[in-house]
């Protein structure tokens, strides 16, 4: 089995997408983290949702969570002010993690190995075409484990 | 809302669990990881589904993915049967990743600055009782996001 069979749909976001929105969809998916993907939809970063969590949080909370016990209530209900004025560009840190990229006829273990050593729960497959290169899907890692694991 | 009101049950297994039963519940639970929890049901650590592939992988090819297009289907098919003899415990890397814990009267500003700080998708609500500790659920990046984001 190769990696364009077990490719499916992943949530795309750009660089430009409201902050907000893409929050949204992380949740509507239920989807840990997005795939950033340029104009030509060459994917070239993860949004993980805990770096959409940082954005909602003051930084003196970040630098001492203990300081969010004293915070009221009222400051968590404008938590996500700050979202709706941003985009996706102001969530993405310089640490963030790679999103590893198979091609489409990468073979199970070429992804199982690919996924092993970035440590990262999910792959993109991208097809490279004469001058571009695209999306076709993502490979998550039970997706793999599932389609590699003998039946019972 | 507290931790203990968003907390909700999260697939656990023990260092002595079969390694090939721990991948099969992450895929039919549809999970990135398991938590693994000692004898007394206190999170101990995280498996991530990515750790579990390493264990089918060669080491050859571990060190040089390159050389996963060479090897057989054949060998591809005998990829799992590491697993059955080995344990949860075999599969534990050196520098796993943490499972930041909260309490369950946590706030969701304070779960958001732990995840955040973190860079985790997941975090374990643990019950502090007067000698023990025990695991009362999980809350994931998505379902903070949900409870957090205003309603549209």
Same sequence: chains 1, 2.
Avoid: F
């Avoid at 969010?68 to 941003?86: F, I, K, Q, T, Y």
């Avoid at 497959?125 to 999306?135: F, Y």
């Amino acid at each position: 089995m190769q990696a364009h069979e077990l490719a499916k749909p992943y949530p795309t976001v750009r660089m430009d997408t409201n902050a907000l929105k893409a929050a949204r969809l992380m949740t509507e998916q239920n989807r840990p983290g997005l795939i950033v993907v340029d104009d030509n939809e060459h994917p070239i970063a993860i949004l993980p949702g805990s770096q959409v969590l940082r954005m909602l949080i003051p930084t003196y909370v970040q630098d001492d969570p203990a300081l969010a016990r004293v915070m009221d209530e009222n400051s968590a209900d404008h938590m996500c002010d700050a979202l709706g004025a941003r985009t996706v560009k102001d969530l993405m840190s310089e640490n963030r993690p790679t999103l590893p990229v198979v091609a489409p006829d990468d073979t199970m273990l070429e992804i199982a190995a690919i996924m092993a050593a970035n440590r990262s729960p999910l792959v993109a497959v991208v097809e490279e075409r004469s001058k571009t290169a695209s999306l076709m899907g993502a490979i998550s890692v039970t997706q793999l484990l599932a389609a590699v694991l003998p039946s019972d």
